[in-house]
C-alpha cells in the first residue's frame, strides 16, 4: 500500500481509536464523495488519532481534512487490514438484534389485529336489539345502529393501518436480511484505517470533518414516461437508481446526486504543431473512438444496429463486451444481440472501419462506425467525420438520408460549469451490495402533442410519438427511460436529453391497431436498355389504415433515392401529393384517418446505370 505523509514525526504519540459516522454522501454517476464526522478528545501536545472500519476502495490522493479546529496536521496516512472476526460478529449481532425488535413488535400488531377482528365479530353477530324490552323507540334504534356503523369503521380504519404497519414492517425485515446475508462471521473482511497525527496546544475536544473518494460507488438516472391516452398529458417521473459496494453501509445518511466526474482530468491541454511524413502503406491510426456516455449496471442484454456513416446497415460487423470472449456479429440487417456478464464497454469492429468503444448505457445501443481511414503510398492525411463514404464497384448502393418548477424530492438543483446537483431532500439508507436503490428526484405532467409516424421503407410499423413541451426548466439528463401507455408496458427507450430543440419527441412504441404496407406495384420485369445503360422504372403504393376505434394524425415518409455516383442516374421523379425535401428527397405525407379508414398514397422514380452493375434501391 502506498502511503501518503505529510510529514513525520519522532515524538510519542497518545494513540486512540475513534468512532467516525458518515454526515453526507455526495454519488457521481462514477463514484461517491463521503463526508465524515468524528469527536475526539485531544490532550495539549502530539496526538494520533485512527478512524477505522472505513471503506477499503479509497482514494487515498482525496483525502481532505476541512477542519482542524485550531490544531496542527503533522502526518496522515491510510493504510487497509484485514477485520477482525469480533467485528463481523457485531455487525451480524446488531442486525439479529434489530430483526428481533421487528419480530417483537409484529407480534404485538398481530394481538390487536385479532383482538380487533373479535370485536367486529362480535358486533356483527349481535345485531339483534335485545334489551329486554317488548318494545323500542326509534331513538334507541337510531343510537344502537350509529354506536354499530362509527365502531365498525373505527376497527376497519385501525386494522387497515396495522396492516400497513405489517407491510413496512416486512418489507424492513426483508432489507435486514439481505444486509444480514452479505455478512459471514467466519469470513474477514478488507477495512481501511486513516491515521491522522495532530499537535494541539491546549486540552480539548474537537469535531473533525474528513472527506475522501471511493470508486465502487454511483447512479445511474432514470425515467418513467406515462401516458393514459394519446390526448391527455404526459407524466415523467425522473428517478436515480444509487448503488455502492463500498463495503460500508450508508445508514439514513444525507444525499446529493451529482453529474459531476470526481476523477475527470482538469488539466488544460496544450495543442502541439503537427508536422507530416512519409509512412509504410498499411499505416493504420490506432486511436479508438468512443462517446461520452456512462455505464448503467442495470442493464443485463443490450441489442441495436450497427450503422455506417450513410445509415446502411454492417453486416459481420464484431460486439464484443470488453474484457471477455463475449463476441456476437450482426446480421444482414445490421441487428444484434449480447447479453451481458461483468463488463462495462463494448467493442464495436468491422472491416473497413474504425474501432469503437461505447459504455454499456442502455438495453438498446444503436452505433454508427467511422470509415477507416484512407491509405495513400506517399503522404497520408488523416481526417475524421461523418460524411458519406465511397463505395467499390461491385457494391454500389444509393445513399440513405435519413418559472421552471423544482423537483418534488429534492431540496435544491445545483449547477455549475461541468456538472448538475440534486440534493435530496430526506436521508436515504444503501446497503453495501451492489444493488441499485431506486430514489425519485421528480415527477411532472407535462403537456404533448401526440402524432403517428410511419418509414414502411425502413420498417413496416406504425409507431406513436409524442412531442414533450416545457421540458427545458427540469434539470434533466440523458437516461434510459420505461414507456407506459393504455396502462401497459410498451419497453425501454434511451431517452435523450441533450438536445437543442424546445420540444423533445419520445417514441411509445408501436401501435398494432394501425397497419402500413408498402409494394412495389410496377412489374419487376419492366426493364429498358439503352446502349450501355439499364433503365429501371419504380413504382411504391403505401396503404395505412386506422383500426381504432378514434381519429388519428399520421406522418408518413418514405423516400425517393439521390446519387452519389455520375454513373447512376435518377430521373422522372413523381412524388405524388407528398412534399419533397429538396436536399435529401425525402417525402413526406401528413394525414387525417377517421376510424376505421383506409388510405393508399404513390410515387415513382426513374434510375439509369450501367447495365453491368449492380445497385439497391431501398
Do not use: C
Not at 513525520?8 to 475513534?18: I, K, Y
Not at 449547477?415 to 451492489?434: A, C, D, K, M
Not at 402500413?516 to 446502349?531: A, N
Amino acid at each position: 500500500m502506498k502511503y501518503l505523509f505529510l510529514f513525520l514525526t519522532s515524538l510519542a504519540f497518545a494513540q486512540q481509536n475513534t468512532p467516525s459516522q458518515i454526515k453526507e454522501v455526495t454519488v457521481y454517476l462514477q463514484g461517491a464523495r463521503i463526508t465524515r464526522t468524528a469527536t475526539v478528545k485531544v490532550k495539549k501536545g502530539a496526538n494520533t488519532i485512527k478512524l477505522n472500519n472505513l471503506s477499503a476502495s479509497i482514494d487515498e490522493s482525496s483525502i481532505m481534512l476541512t477542519d482542524l479546529a485550531g490544531m496542527s496536521l503533522s502526518g496522515l496516512n491510510y493504510t487497509t487490514s484485514i477485520l477482525e472476526k469480533e467485528t463481523s460478529s457485531e455487525r451480524l449481532k446488531n442486525i439479529n438484534s434489530r430483526l428481533d425488535s421487528v419480530a417483537n413488535v409484529k407480534i404485538q400488531i398481530d394481538a390487536q389485529v385479532d383482538g380487533l377482528k373479535e370485536e367486529r365479530a362480535l358486533l356483527q353477530n349481535n345485531r339483534i336489539l335485545n334489551t329486554g324490552e317488548t318494545s323500542i323507540s326509534l331513538a334507541k334504534v337510531k343510537e344502537f345502529g350509529s354506536y354499530y356503523n362509527e365502531r365498525i369503521s373505527a376497527i376497519s380504519m385501525r386494522l387497515a393501518q396495522l396492516n400497513q404497519d405489517l407491510t413496512d414492517l416486512n418489507q424492513l425485515s426483508q432489507k435486514l436480511n439481505q444486509g444480514k446475508s452479505q455478512i459471514n462471521p467466519e469470513m474477514n473482511e478488507l477495512k481501511g484505517t486513516i491515521t491522522l497525527n495532530v499537535t494541539s496546544n491546549v486540552s480539548k475536544t474537537v469535531k473533525l470533518e474528513l472527506k475522501y473518494n471511493v470508486s465502487n460507488a454511483g447512479w445511474v438516472p432514470v425515467y418513467d414516461i406515462t401516458a393514459e391516452d394519446a390526448s391527455s398529458d404526459v407524466n415523467l417521473k425522473f428517478k436515480g437508481q444509487v448503488y455502492q459496494s463500498t463495503g460500508i453501509e450508508w445508514d439514513q445518511v444525507k444525499m446529493i446526486l451529482s453529474t459531476g466526474d470526481p476523477f475527470m482530468d482538469n488539466t488544460k491541454p496544450t495543442l502541439e504543431a503537427k508536422r507530416l511524413n512519409f509512412v509504410r502503406r498499411g499505416y493504420r491510426n490506432s486511436a479508438v473512438g468512443r462517446s461520452n456516455k456512462r455505464y448503467n449496471p442495470n442493464v443485463r442484454r443490450v441489442t441495436g444496429i450497427v450503422t455506417d456513416p450513410s445509415g446502411e446497415p454492417i453486416l459481420g460487423a464484431t460486439v464484443q463486451e470488453r474484457g471477455t470472449n463475449n463476441t456476437t456479429t450482426t446480421n444482414f440487417n445490421g441487428r444484434y444481440s449480447i447479453n451481458i456478464n461483468s463488463g462495462t464497454e463494448l467493442f464495436y469492429n468491422a472491416l473497413g472501419y474504425d474501432l469503437f468503444t461505447e459504455s454499456i448505457y442502455s438495453s438498446r445501443m444503436d452505433v454508427q462506425l467511422s470509415q477507416a481511414s484512407n491509405e495513400l503510398d506517399e503522404v497520408v492525411i488523416q481526417a475524421y467525420s461523418n460524411s458519406s463514404r465511397n463505395r467499390t464497384d461491385h457494391d454500389d448502393l444509393d445513399d440513405k438520408a435519413y418559472e421552471a418548477p423544482t423537483p418534488q424530492n429534492v431540496e435544491y438543483v445545483e449547477e455549475n460549469v461541468s456538472s448538475r446537483s440534486y440534493e435530496l431532500v430526506q436521508p436515504y439508507s444503501i446497503l453495501s451490495t451492489g444493488e441499485t436503490t431506486d430514489i425519485e428526484i421528480s415527477s411532472n405532467n407535462l403537456e404533448a402533442d401526440f402524432e403517428y409516424y410511419a418509414a414502411p421503407v425502413i420498417n413496416e410499423n406504425v409507431f406513436l410519438t409524442v412531442q414533450l413541451k416545457n421540458w427545458e426548466s427540469l434539470n434533466l439528463i440523458p437516461g434510459e427511460a420505461n414507456v407506459y401507455f393504455e396502462d401497459a408496458y410498451n419497453g425501454k427507450i434511451y431517452f435523450d436529453t441533450d438536445t437543442t430543440d424546445k420540444s423533445l419527441t419520445v417514441s411509445l412504441g408501436v401501435d398494432p391497431q394501425i397497419s402500413v404496407k408498402r409494394e412495389d406495384v410496377r412489374d419487376l420485369k419492366e426493364k429498358s436498355f439503352f446502349g450501355d445503360k439499364r433503365i429501371l422504372n419504380k413504382k411504391y403504393e403505401i396503404t395505412i389504415k386506422n383500426n381504432r376505434k378514434k381519429p388519428i394524425d399520421l406522418k408518413l415518409q418514405d423516400r425517393i433515392p439521390l446519387t452519389s455516383n455520375s454513373d447512376i442516374k435518377v430521373d422522372e421523379e413523381e412524388p405524388g401529393d407528398a412534399e419533397m425535401n429538396k436536399e435529401t428527397q425525402i417525402l413526406t405525407w401528413q394525414i387525417s384517418l377517421a376510424s376505421g379508414a383506409q388510405v393508399k398514397k404513390t410515387f415513382s422514380y426513374e434510375v439509369k446505370y450501367p447495365k453491368n452493375k449492380r445497385i439497391n434501391l431501398d
